[in-house]
């Protein structure tokens, strides 16, 4: 994604704006997620919403992500929602926009991640199966949960775009289930650049190519069928040649053009799948806000 956004960069004009990110080492800041999720099949629709908060603290090229308070908003119950919070700090390294790449500490990670599992309702058991089905998933698991919430904040910084102008991309997104990469297409728009308001938005939209998904799914899921249920291979083939599956995602950025942290992020990410006349969809949608970053001499 970041070499995406390098390459849209590069391909901007001279009077692009550029948007830096500008940290002091050694300072602190909070992030706070709000997440949603409305899932609908046939006549059902469940929804729930958590309030995530944690502290942010840089040193050098590491990250440390501490958890401080979870709470459930709507849907679940309170002990549903600590089931779904990391019980240790995430450290990891990120680049120049501050976007994550290596947990530093993974086997802790993995540690905390497994009791989340556990608390969801997911025992070791099922873990082990599922690493021996896909062993990229439990990889993908311990990602998405420790990075998400920072690459979707990341993703607009240290933009250098031209104003009012799209900048389309293409990428290849990989699939945590196996199958080959997914295409996608996708573009980042600068609307609105204010230097005395020290404000700049930055929009961002992507759709996973139709044909390419479903090829990748169902590649990943055949496979997936041959292993838990061989005798079935041929019905689940016939079942995901039908199969129709698409994602649309967007994200609006504010960007403090001082320091080019992304205060405020709000991200959307539909997708809808189907075989035949049985079709679900999975709404995500993410409000993530920042505190501008302290140093330890103004904190104290």
């Known amino acids: 994604m970041r070499l995406a956004l390098l390459l849209a960069s590069l391909a901007t004009p001279v009077a692009a704006h550029s948007l830096p990110v500008k940290v002091q080492d050694g300072a602190a800041w909070t992030m706070t997620v709000e997440q949603s999720r409305e899932t609908k099949r046939g006549d059902k629709v469940q929804a729930w919403t958590f309030l995530n908060t944690q502290r942010l603290s840089l040193s050098g090229d590491r990250l440390t992500v501490t958890p401080i308070s979870i709470k ?5 119950s309170q002990q549903a929602a600590a ?16 976007s994550p ?10 540690t905390a991640v497994s009791a ?3 608390g969801a309702g997911i025992g070791a058991d099922e873990k082990a ?9 439990v990889d993908a698991t311990v990602d998405a949960l420790a990075k998400g919430d920072l690459v979707r904040t990341a993703l607009a910084q240290g933009a250098d775009l031209e104003l009012g102008v799209a900048t389309p991309y293409e990428d290849r997104l990989p699939n945590p289930l196996g199958g080959p990469p997914i295409l996608s ?3 980042f ?5 204010d230097a005395k308001t020290g404000r700049a938005v930055i929009s961002w ?4 190519d139709p044909g390419s998904t479903r090829e990748s799914i169902g590649l990943a899921l055949n496979a997936l069928t041959a292993k838990i249920a061989p005798e079935r291979v041929d019905e689940a083939r016939a079942a995901f040649a039908k199969m129709t599956v698409t994602r649309d995602d967007a994200c609006r950025h504010e960007i403090d053009i001082p320091t080019g942290i992304a205060v405020r992020v709000e991200c959307s990410s539909l997708m809808t799948s189907g075989v035949g006349d049985e079709t679900g969809q999975v709404r995500d949608r993410w409000i993530i806000t920042q505190t501008l970053p302290e140093t330890s001499a103004k904190m104290n």
């Open 185 to 187: 297409k996708a573009s």
């Open 189 to 193: 728009t600068l609307e609105s650049y």
């Open 129 to 137: 199966a599922m690493a021996k089905v896909s062993p990229a998933l």
């Open 205 to 208: 939209r992507q759709q996973l």
């Open 72 to 76: 459930a908003e709507a849907g679940p």
């Open 83 to 98: 089931a779904r919070t990391l019980s240790v700090p995430v450290i990891m390294t990120v680049d120049e926009t501050l």
């Open 101 to 110: 790449e290596e947990i530093v500490n993974r086997p802790q990670v993995s």
């Open 116 to 118: 989340m599992l556990q």
